[in-house]
């Protein structure tokens, strides 16, 4: 674990302990370093997350106050790079089927045909590969593909998140193998569960492509 997470954890500790929220004050750079044994840089580079995520403001004579509700800092357990806990896997896994599933009729409304034609590229892409095409190739053509289809509903907030969470599906080879059969790493496999969808957008067969896509994401849930 990084210096600047374990200073994050203890910050996040803190703020449960005392049950601080908006308007409440953090420590002081120092007070922080004293109590977790940490560099000043590794309690900047916390403080610059918090920052990040609009959790806290810093003025030097004002200190550290928490302007935006500190249930935030919970957010980066679910969008690393790598899941520790099969839990936060679990609840990130199913947050973005139901996500991607929820938004099903508002791609409808809104693909276009060139994200139409962006996303059969991506299926020819994978149909040119050999049948043991690797597990990195699969996981690629799976970001792009549905990075492609959500992006296609025209809301940027889902074109974020989807951004957010692409490390699920490189720890899906991993945290969840008992829910990939074997042959999912081959192209073909890949391509069964993804061409559907894309001849029904082609066609505008609403109904098939809401089938197809709750069929692909039944299975996280």
Request: net charge negative.
């Amino acid at each position: 674990m990084r210096a600047s997470e374990k200073v994050l954890e203890w910050i996040e500790a803190y703020i449960e302990k005392n049950r601080l929220g908006v308007g409440d004050a953090l420590p002081r750079e120092c007070d922080i370093m004293q109590e977790t044994g940490l560099s000043r840089t590794s309690v900047r580079d916390a403080l610059a997350v918090l920052k990040a995520l609009g959790i806290i403001q810093s003025k030097r004579r004002g200190g550290i106050r928490i302007i935006r509700d500190p249930v935030m800092l919970g957010l980066r357990h679910y969008f690393a790079e790598q899941y520790d806990d099969s839990a936060l896997y679990e609840d990130v896994l199913e947050f973005r089927a139901a996500m991607e599933w929820g938004l099903g009729s508002l791609i409808l409304k809104r693909i276009t045909p060139p994200t139409i034609k962006a996303l059969r590229e991506v299926v020819n892409k994978v149909a040119q590969m050999t049948a043991d095409s690797s597990v990195e190739d699969i996981s690629r053509a799976e970001i792009e593909f549905h990075r492609i289809l959500t992006n296609g509903c025209g809301n940027q907030l889902a074109g974020l998140f989807v951004h957010l969470y692409e490390p699920i599906f490189n720890c899906c080879w991993t945290m969840g193998r008992d829910r990939i059969p074997p042959e999912a790493a081959n192209g073909r496999f890949w391509i069964s569960k993804h061409e559907g969808m894309v001849d029904a957008l082609e066609a505008g067969d609403s109904d098939l492509f809401l089938r197809l896509l709750h069929d692909h994401t039944d299975p996280y849930f």
